[in-house]
């Protein structure tokens, strides 16, 4: 029998085996297009001076890409043109040179699929707000790739209610001018996740419903389809037009009319479209169910041919 000393000495093993751990692969850094250069994103750096970041005075454009092929690239482009003339800024590029960096953007990051942003700020100036102080507008494109919601989230549709912050009235910023900036946004943000609502509605100043924090707005309502005209203060979607496409291939009329919550509240089915969103099922507005309370059959329609024109339309990258 052992004594108390030769326990005591006896070596004490481990209850699991250690193991030598691998540490994880970094992630792979993004090549940003930055003024002209491409440089890793741990380089991609504005001037503190910069106008876009101390005013959000600039411009922006969100864009899909699919299967190797950027969806809807001159109607983006129409648009971030449109609003840079909208507010006086000089875009330091032609189109054609714009469509290249950002082909060449996505090519470098070894992307099919997947999201970019482009943005132009007004340029470093002084701490001032006179925007003539700034000489030289900066260009940025990242390509990346995004989700905006989760899987299940798309699947069983999303749930709204109706936030107390107006959409911006169109005669203080026009909401065809894709600004940077988007606190009106954020804030109406900010009250959907304090309600634990997936998406936000935004009113007009006449109680009308403009559009959601980043999509437009559309309710189906005895085979008939309803979104807010522009005028209601709803951002001129890229996304919006193809639904108005989709739709007349499927034999179906959009009508742009004011919609109130009343109308949301007993229609039959709502979606809503936007780049990042592309086109998703909504099924709950303010805690009441919109009609059978799960994605109607032809938002369902609209979603699937959504998805084929994305696959198989677009400006190629690769060619």
């Not at 108390?4 to 993004?30: G, M, N, S």
């Not at 954020?186 to 936000?200: F, H, P, T, Y």
């Not at 001129?236 to 009508?255: C, H, N, P, Q």
């Not at 592309?278 to 041919?305: F, Y």
Request: charged share 25%.
């Amino acid at each position: 029998m052992d004594g108390p000393e030769e326990k005591a000495k006896a070596p004490v093993k481990p209850a699991v085996e250690t193991q030598k751990k691998t540490a994880p692969a970094p992630a792979r850094e993004l090549t940003i297009f930055l003024d002209g250069k491409f440089v890793p994103e741990s380089e991609a750096k504005v001037s503190v001076f910069d106008h876009g970041l101390l005013y959000g005075d600039g411009i922006f454009e969100g864009i899909r890409f699919y299967n190797g092929r950027v969806f809807r690239l001159e109607e983006h482009h129409d648009r971030l043109w449109d609003s840079a003339r909208s507010i006086c800024l000089e875009i330091p590029m032609s189109r054609a040179e714009m469509t290249e960096a950002l082909l060449e953007t996505i090519r470098r990051n070894d992307l099919r699929e997947g999201y970019i942003r482009q943005i132009v700020t007004r340029g470093v100036g002084n701490l001032g707000l006179n925007p003539t102080q700034c000489k030289t507008p900066s260009v940025i494109i990242i390509a990346t790739t995004i989700a905006l919601y989760p899987k299940e989230v798309c699947e069983r549709g999303l749930t709204v209610v109706t936030c107390a912050t107006r959409r911006t009235n169109a005669a203080a910023l026009n909401p065809a001018v894709k600004s940077l900036n988007y606190l009106n946004n954020v804030m109406a943000r900010i009250e959907a996740n304090l309600a634990g609502a997936d998406e936000a509605l935004m009113l007009n100043d006449a109680g009308n419903v403009a559009e959601c924090t980043a999509d437009n707005v559309f309710i189906i309502k005895r085979g008939q389809i309803f979104t807010p005209p522009i005028a209601a203060g709803a951002l001129r979607g890229i996304t919006r037009s193809v639904a108005f496409d989709i739709a007349a291939e499927l034999g179906l009329k959009i009508t742009e009319t004011d919609i109130t919550r009343h109308d949301v509240f007993v229609a039959d089915e709502c979606f809503l479209t936007g780049t990042a969103a592309e086109v998703i099922p909504v099924v709950k507005a303010d805690g009441r169910p919109i009609g059978s309370g799960k994605p109607g059959s032809i938002t369902m329609r609209m979603i699937e041919r959504f998805r084929e024109m994305t696959r198989a339309t677009g400006t190629p990258i690769f060619e």
